[in-house]
DNA sequence: CGATTTAATTAACTTATGTCAAGTGTCGGT
DNA sequence: ACCGACACTTGACATAAGTTAATTAAATCG
């Protein structure tokens, strides 16, 4: 049964690399799972982040409180992508950042030592992790980009876009929050949205 | 003379890695440099990047045009910073991005091909560029959590605090672009600083 | 199944930011 | 010294987005 979870991890290798059957045990041999009960916290501010976790089914939203002390969400992790509170899990020093459970989840994780282990010993390892951290990179290069030059409508129909698995499964809120911008006037996007549908072409 | 400004890169990559004296000799000698005059570009939309460049002495803006025809500066290069359109370089397909020089500049540049074989030649080099990358993924995740959840004005201040040697020295016009408002939004935002002095504590 | 919390909507009003247009100042080139 | 770009500012007005608070709908838990 794990082990066919386990499966997904290293399809998700195979896709980005040729991964060597020594590599491929060895990587097995260390992922280990975990299970989060809905509004669990797999990290909390001030704590060091010791998982790269990959999302097998369920959905962990990161989110950090600002100096007014609101929380803003700023990533999602939903079926099949790594994710983790980078700079802590790099550093070993304390998160900035929360990581909650929106849902039920199924994890799959490596620790710290293991992960330098892996992308230390196979190179394969190593460029399939390159390759996750490009795709990181490239993704908040868009959100940027996004931000300083779309409207707040705009950008609720480009995440409609880039994540519908995930609308009408979180919370409402959640997306407006990462969005940057309030649950009213999402919920008042929304209302024009649905009077005038053509406008969603975008 | 050029030998004394490729100095600045090897001080580079020996503040981030332990550089063999081979890998610095290798490194050192498909370094190139290329000189800017100001409202030169670098790079074009649907041209394909063909290096990484290290700013030696300049300024080099990189912006996207968006749907609506408009100009949108996602970021600036200048002194001791690696910068490239990050997409093309890596996959050599064509930039979304344009590059252009703000002032006179030197850049000390590596070919893609070059790129790859000393990264696949000299760990410590890959480890280098790990590190940039790190650097620029965690500068872009800043960016975002500033656009969700800051006002102009404070991300007005952060930029200030982030870039003081940028200020004064490029156009306002550019720094609101990259900000995500309108030059004179900007103004008013100086003016009432200038106004109000103790509101700069942020 | 009912009781209670959480989510989503709506409206009135406020604040943040954009648009347009005019005006001033500055700087390099002639 | 003059001229024309460009940079920056300012004010009146318009639009985008936030705030507060009330209401309804839907999910959760006992």
Redesign the interface.
Known sequence: METNQKQAIINFFSKHTRLSSQGMQDLESRLSFSVLKRKDHLLKMGEVCRFNSFMVKGCVRTF?I?RAG?E?N?SFASENTWFTS??SF?FQNPSEYYMEALEQSLLCQIKKSDWDYLTDTYPEISQAF?RI??K???N??N???Q????TARERYLQFLSDYPNLVGRIPDAHIA????ITPEFLSKIRSKLSQYPSARIA
Do not use: D, P, T
């Open positions: 950090k600002c609101k803003h700023i980078f700079k790099i390159r951290l490009e990181w990179y490239l908040y290069e959100r940027v980009f931000n300083i030059s779309m929050s990462y969005l940057g």
